[in-house]
């Protein structure tokens, strides 16, 4: 028996493990092992792991027995970390050891309204009870409800004032899909004789892994799996206001862009990028494709991202999914006329998207968001996130170089991996993302309140000062960014 995993089992026989709370089980195990004539290192371990909240759970645990039985009925796509999560409400999770942890990643961005909030529960619980699919074959109460609340509340909160119709969908990666087959279709249209089929997006962005989003995301690790891609896709960089002209030509049908870049960093779009960006959409007769669906539906405090952008960058295409489902998958393609004028009956479809279940909660979760209670409170949390990010630069400048984003969307660059503290914070019961390079991600739920916000960072400081002062090791997950 390895003395990692004596040391653990030392640990779980000291303490009963449902109780989360490691300053008595902390006590309690000094005390045991005083008199204990194990070695030190195995002493010093079952300390360490005594002092954690919520320490991976070992290989004897019934998570990893779980885990254990299910891996080998499932496509590995995915690397995960140790702990299985079976329940959630507000800002916490509960892991099948009944331990909780705090989590500032939402789902990915997903859970705005929370875990579990009473609100969407009912909702889905009543529309499940009535009607909840019938296909696009028939009309339904719902679809056309979501529809008409996306364009009005965009007019509303100054999103763009062009926006006529929506295409609802189920994912974020769909409604790129969606946006890219319109622009292609917008190409043909206006240009039958000539080719006007490129499409145009950014280094650093994430669009999607289905064929058309994919290869709108240029990533090596993401593409070249699958090569070729589908043809016609040029990239070029995010903010080079100077390569645009070059870029986007009169074969260009679309440009997609993130106003935040979530994946590749959290890397904010320059007004002028966006308004040159728009001004050469509109010379050439191209698309121009606003991706938001991390960055849109109030995260950035914002009910849009662009809306806090002038209105000559505001685009043809909104996409939108994530948080409109706050954890039920649905995503939304919004178009203005331009667009719209182009798609006929039979251009797209789907048999789940816009289905009463999914409309109908989406309607509930859009009216939630877009409510001032939500978006008024939203820069007071940002800020409160901006004062820890402060501390932490101070604290420990070799490693915290400079905090990005906006509202809730927010990201630390460190100057080194950020895998072993990822680790460490959720083995103190948070949880946190990393993305782009070396860049830890915070996406919390927007209902997190600042005592939340204080007690997360608290730990984040507690775990980075075990890492980076203490040495304590931890065994890190790699690329949790590339869950999605
Ligand atoms: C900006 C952006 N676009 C598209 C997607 C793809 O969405 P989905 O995973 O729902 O297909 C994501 C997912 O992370 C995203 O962040």
Redesign the pocket.
């Known amino acids: 028996m390895s003395l990692r995993l004596c040391a653990r089992q030392m640990t779980r026989a000291l303490h009963a493990p449902r109780v989360n709370c490691s300053v008595t089980r902390y006590a309690s195990t000094a005390a045991a092992l005083k008199g204990s004539s194990l070695p030190q290192d195995v002493k010093d371990s079952i300390a360490r792991e005594a002092s954690l909240a919520t320490p991976d759970p070992p290989s004897s645990s019934k998570t990893a027995g779980l885990v254990n039985q299910q891996l080998p009925y499932m496509v590995p796509t995915y690397v995960r970390p140790p702990p299985m999560f079976e329940k959630g409400e507000g800002c916490y999770l509960w892991d099948v050891e009944n331990r909780q942890y705090l989590d500032f990643t939402a789902g990915?961005a997903v859970n705005s309204l929370g875990h579990c909030d009473e609100g969407v529960v009912q909702v889905i619980a009543q529309q499940a009870a009535q009607l909840m699919h019938t296909s696009n074959l028939y009309h339904n109460p719902h679809t056309g409800v979501l529809s008409k609340q996306l364009i009005q509340l965009t007019h509303a909160t100054g999103g763009f004032a062009s926006a006529t119709r929506s295409f609802i969908c189920n994912?974020?990666?769909?409604a790129?899909e969606a946006a890219i087959k319109f622009a292609r279709k917008v190409g043909k249209s206006i240009s039958p004789d000539k080719p006007k089929h490129e499409f145009v997006s950014f280094h650093n962005s994430?669009?999607?892994?289905t064929m058309g989003?994919l290869s709108a995301t240029p990533n090596p690790k993401y593409q070249k799996p699958f090569s070729p891609m589908v043809p016609g896709f040029k990239y070029g960089t995010f903010n080079d206001v100077e390569g645009i002209k070059d870029l986007v030509t009169e074969e260009t049908c679309g440009v997609i862009v993130?106003p935040i870049q979530?994946?590749g960093g959290v890397n904010v779009a320059t007004p002028e990028f966006l308004v040159t960006l728009r001004k050469r959409c509109t010379e050439v007769g191209a698309v121009l494709i606003y991706?938001e669906?991390?960055c849109g539906l109030a995260r950035t405090g914002k009910f849009w991202a662009h809306s806090a952008y002038p209105k000559e960058c505001h685009p043809d295409i909104v996409t939108s999914?994530?948080a409109l489902g706050n954890g039920f998958p649905i995503?939304a393609t919004i178009v203005n006329d331009f667009v719209c004028d182009h798609i006929k009956v039979g251009d797209h479809g789907t048999t789940f998207g816009g289905n009463p279940l999914g409309c109908r909660v989406a309607s509930h979760i859009l009216s939630r968001l877009s409510s001032p209670e939500i978006l008024d409170s939203i820069p007071k949390k940002s800020a409160v996130f901006q004062k820890h990010f402060e501390s932490l630069r101070q604290q420990f400048p070799q490693k915290v170089k400079e905090a990005r984003g906006q509202g809730l969307i927010l990201g630390l660059q460190l100057e080194v991996d950020p895998t072993p503290i990822i680790t460490a914070a959720r083995e103190r019961g948070l949880l946190v993302i990393s993305c782009g390079t070396n860049t830890l991600r915070f996406v919390p739920p927007l209902v997190i309140s600042e005592a939340e916000i204080d007690k997360g960072m608290a730990i984040l400081a507690d775990a980075m000062k075990s890492v980076w002062v203490e040495g304590e090791e931890v065994k890190g997950t790699k690329g949790q960014q590339e869950m999605?």
């Open positions: 990915i994912s974020g990666s769909e790129n994430f669009h999607g892994r989003s993130e979530g994946e991706d669906i991390q999914a994530k995503g999605q």
